[in-house]
């Protein structure tokens, strides 16, 4: 799958809602405004965020209009447009990574979730080496 990093705003309110299976997730959409003052054009993304991820965003206040940054596997998904037969595609990004970003002159923004915390592997024994080889097969 293609990772992709993208910075844009919500376009609305989040909802937290559960799968059929018990699973918590959020879907939004996020507008990215891209090339010059000219030629200046708006582009959406359609985010999806499962489990954690979803928690994180609902507790750090991810609203409409907030400013954040996302990664995650880039899918072309087809849906079926407002008037209800039209088909078009749009870009779907499984979150697996977001942070705000930071507002204003030289400060930071109000909103700043909480990283997920490192799974760090635990630490094996090692006996070091000995001097001794084995010889090559061959």
Request: charged share 30%; hydrophobic share 35%; with cysteine.
């Amino acid at each position: 799958m293609a990772q992709v990093n993208v910075i844009g705003r919500i376009t609305a309110d989040l909802e937290l809602k559960t799968s059929e299976k018990s699973n918590p997730y959020v879907r939004f959409d996020i507008a990215e405004n891209i090339g010059s003052r000219q030629a200046l054009h708006t582009q959406y993304f359609q985010v999806c965020a499962w489990g954690e991820d979803a928690n994180r965003l609902m507790k750090a206040h991810a609203k409409k209009g907030s400013l954040i940054w996302v990664t995650g596997s880039l899918e072309l998904e087809p849906y079926t447009k407002r008037d209800g037969i039209s088909i078009d595609k749009r870009m779907k990004i499984l979150l697996d990574n977001w942070g705000f970003v930071p507002v204003g002159r030289g400060g930071s923004s109000k909103q700043e979730p909480t990283p997920p915390e490192p799974k760090i592997p635990p630490k094996q024994e090692y006996d070091g080496i000995d001097g001794e080889r084995d010889a090559l097969p061959g």
